[in-house]
């Protein structure tokens, strides 16, 4: 069983400059109504950078913003990078917020991740290493914005994801030692038939399980980092012990009242 994030890993956006509003670009899509550039502020972002429709997102066609999440980088950079001031006080902070930001963002991530295998036991054998990593990344985020901007993630993203790897392989091993036999790393999955398919232990990294049919699935102790479910059917599928699953994987997909979740998990709105 996994605990919630630290408070520090998840977004608040009411100690944010909007930042995710702003800085990101987004094309008229099924996802967002609208084509939006990166660094121009959306049309819905008020004075007092809260979001005018945020509780009719999916209403009016920006279903984009409710399965994205900064992980705490908004609040990062708004209150700690940029001490405070936003970039309209200071519009000469601009452009360098909002390059800074994706940066903390990815940084934010990998502390996420970190943080939820310091709390799953069978990767007790590897907790010290990651101690290690999960403190030299949140050192790495409070660099300032220069340093930042200059910062090479890609090498922080591959010395986290070995530890990572091998936390999988530790954690999946406790489904009954099927998990090795089921590695599905980044397989294109969309639309597969999969209802009551037996996933423990499954390798689902990454993989393209847009519109698949999960219904009864039974995903427990699957690593699922990065798997993308938007529009997969969870109706009745059981994710307890399942592993690197954010909040925002959760609300792009469809599921019900039975859908069984780990308590570090909330059942999205929309699933009804």
């Known amino acids: 069983m996994t605990e919630a994030p630290a408070p520090a890993l998840q977004g608040d956006c009411a100690a944010c400059f909007g930042l995710c509003c702003v800085a990101l670009p987004f094309a008229a899509s099924a996802d967002f109504a609208v084509t939006k550039p990166a660094g121009k502020p959306c049309t819905n972002l008020q004075q007092d950078f ?21 992980f705490g980088a908004g609040q990062k950079v708004s209150q700690v990078t940029f001490g405070g001031k936003d970039w309209r006080q200071a519009p ?92 599905r790393r980044g397989a294109d999955l969309m639309g597969a038939r999969l209802r009551k398919a037996d996933l423990r232990g499954a390798d689902l990294r990454g993989a393209y399980l847009i519109a698949a049919d999960l219904s009864g699935a039974d995903l427990r102790f699957a690593d699922l980092i990065g798997a993308d479910l938007r529009d997969a059917n969870l109706a009745g599928a059981d994710l307890t012990g399942a592993f690197f699953l954010t909040q925002p994987q959760l609300n792009a997909a469809r599921g019900d009242a039975s859908t069984r979740l780990s308590q570090s998990l909330s059942r999205p709105a929309h699933w009804g």
């Not at 429709?53 to 279903?63: M, Q, V």
């Not at 970190?114 to 030299?136: F, G, I, M, S, Y």
């Open 50 to 70: 809260r979001c005018g429709i945020h509780t009719r997102l999916r209403d009016k066609g920006f279903s984009g913003c409710t399965v994205y999440d900064c």
């Open 92 to 183: 000469d902070t601009a452009q360098q917020m909002f390059g800074v930001f994706p940066v903390v963002r990815q940084l934010h991530e990998l502390l996420f991740y970190v943080t939820e295998a310091l709390t799953l036991e069978p990767a007790k054998p590897v907790h010290p290493q990651l101690r290690l990593v999960r403190d030299e990344t949140e050192a790495l985020t409070l660099l300032g914005p220069a340093a930042l901007d200059a910062l090479d993630v890609p090498a922080q993203r591959q010395k986290v994801n070995a530890l990572l790897l091998r936390t999988s392989e530790l954690v999946r091993t406790q489904a009954g030692g099927t998990g090795k036999k089921k590695s």
